[in-house]
């Protein structure tokens, strides 16, 4: 199974900062992978997919780059809704997996 | 719109089995893959398997092979997840789901998300 490991566990910030989580698979898939945001109680929202591809009504502060093993979402000026656990994800061969997440928190 | 509607709360005894519903609506229910997620409370996503619901194909993740069985009735639109020789562990929500769009795209819609409990 494709291993995805997720850096920072945990990150505080306060509004307008910009935040970059890493995540890094352990071995390449390519660009498959997709970012999800998921508050408490709700099921996962996809933000991102193929790397960088931003999802139909998620707001452009949301970007994704990176592919084989490296990856990163970075969301430019963090808004007040936008304080969640992000999950990265590998699609590129099942079983698909997922990052233990990070929980963006208030600083 | 796409919605994913599943099945209630279920409180089951280890050793039991628990089967989860999944009804689609909004699209044609045998053109794509339904996938099931599951999560335990404060834990990460754990991706279960998946089933073509046109042909009825399936493949499961190795750590549920023997004990998961998803199946369909497309009269219904439905999809189920039958999960057996349930233990304390298996105590999460699960979750269904569907690819944005055909081939090439992750999960983009969701189920509401089911609580499995399992205790004694």
């Known amino acids: 199974d494709i291993q995805m490991t997720q850096s920072p566990s945990t990150l505080s910030a306060s509004v307008g900062d910009r935040v970059t989580i890493t995540c890094r698979a352990n071995?390449?898939?390519?660009?498959?992978l997709a970012w999800y945001q998921q508050k408490p109680g709700k099921a996962p929202n996809l933000l991102i997919y193929?790397?960088?591809t931003l999802e139909s009504g998620v707001p452009s502060r949301f970007s994704g780059s990176g592919s084989g093993t490296e990856f990163t979402l970075t969301i430019s000026s963090l808004q007040p809704d936008d304080f969640a656990t992000y999950c990265c994800?590998?699609?590129?061969?099942?079983?698909?997996?997922f990052g233990q997440g990070t929980k963006v928190e208030i600083k | 719109q796409v919605q994913l509607v599943q099945s209630g709360a279920e409180v089951k005894k280890p050793g039991a089995s628990v089967k989860v519903s999944c009804q689609a609506s909004?699209?044609?229910?045998?053109?794509?893959?339904i996938n099931w997620v599951r999560q335990a409370t404060g834990q990460g996503l754990e991706w279960m398997g998946w089933?073509?619901?046109?042909?009825?194909?399936?493949g499961y993740a190795q750590k549920f092979q023997g004990r998961i069985t998803i199946t369909r009735n497309t009269s219904i639109n439905t999809a189920y997840m039958e999960l057996s020789s349930l233990r304390s562990e298996d105590t999460a929500v699960y979750y269904c789901?569907?690819?944005?769009?055909?081939?090439?795209?992750?999960?983009?819609?969701w189920g509401q998300g089911t609580l499995v409990t399992v205790s004694s």
């Open positions: 789901a569907r690819r944005v769009a055909a081939g090439g795209t992750p999960l983009g819609y």
């Open positions: 909004g699209y044609t229910f045998t053109s794509y893959d």
């Open positions: 089933m073509n619901p046109n042909s009825g194909n399936t």
């Open positions: 071995q390449s898939i390519s660009s498959w």
């Open positions: 193929k790397a960088s």
């Open positions: 994800q590998q699609y590129n061969s099942y079983p698909w997996t």
